[in-house]
T-cell receptor
Framework: KAGVTQTPRYLIKTRGQQVTLSCSPI?????VSWYQQTPGQGLQFLFE???????NKGNFPGRFSGRQFSNSRSEMNVSTLELGDSALYLC?????????????FGPGTRLLVL | AQSVTQLGSHVSVSEGALVLLRCNYS??????LFWYVQYPNQGLQLLLK??????LVKGINGFEAEFKKSETSFHLTKPSAHMSDAAEYFC???????????FGKGTTLSVSS
């Protein structure tokens, strides 16, 4: 099976712009989670989608949003970018999204905000 | 609420030496515990996990970890380090109710020849 794929891999934006990141989960996986990784804050949970519904959300401002499509692919959007949004954004998928399941991570999208 | 503490942000060992990366967790419910490894410019790869059953868990690349409820610990060990083990290691905890992984700050492992 192909792994989790994320596009694009690298992105440069300027403050105030918005950005959309894409994630394709492993075939058959219905749960997709997003994480932000920064040197200062480490790995932080953004949100999780299951069957096109947001099921769980981390402590991030409303500028961070996401959605999931019927084929389980997910997108994450950040509006009004700030310098502090520069980070590696990781997507992870699992079969049904229970806590005991392994989450399989993609390679990430590295976002730089200038 | 759940949390994870990884003691030591940087651990250095010689090739062939024992690797010990420490992880302590806090959880109000029975936890599920994970160790992930991240190589430069890559995502996270699962090394091993504890859900239920045997408290000594064996993972890939010769790593193992032991769940000790009384000490709220889940330390990662490997008897003999290889140069290829140099990477960043993350301990994480989750609960049955949701899939949010709570990660520790990570430990960078350096291996010298």
């Amino acid at each position: 099976k192909a792994g989790v794929t994320q596009t694009p891999r690298y992105l440069i934006k300027t403050r105030g712009q918005q950005v959309t990141l894409s994630c394709s989960p492993i075939s058959g996986h219905r749960s997709v989670s997003w994480y932000q990784q920064t040197p200062g804050q480490g790995l932080q949970f953004l949100f999780e989608y299951f069957s096109e519904t947001q099921r769980n959300k981390g402590n991030f401002p409303g500028r961070f949003s996401g959605r999931q499509f019927s084929n389980s692919r997910s997108e994450m959007n950040v509006s009004t970018l700030e310098l502090g949004d520069s980070a590696l954004y990781l997507c992870a998928s699992s079969s049904t999204g229970t806590g005991r399941e392994t989450q399989y991570f993609g390679p990430g999208t590295r976002l730089l905000v200038l | 609420a759940q949390s994870v503490t990884q003691l030591g942000s940087h651990v250095s060992v010689s090739e062939g030496a024992l690797v010990l990366l420490r992880c302590n967790y806090s959880s109000s419910v029975p936890p599920y515990l994970f160790w992930y490894v991240q190589y430069p410019n890559q995502g996270l790869q699962l090394l091993l996990k504890y859900t239920t059953g045997a408290t000594l868990v064996k993972g890939i690349n010769g790593f193992e970890a032991e769940f000790k409820k009384s000490e709220t610990s889940f330390h990662l060990t490997k008897p003999s380090a290889h140069m290829s083990d140099a990477a960043e290691y993350f301990c994480a905890v989750s609960a049955e109710a949701g899939t949010a992984l709570i990660f520790g700050k990570g430990t960078t492992l350096s291996v010298s020849s």
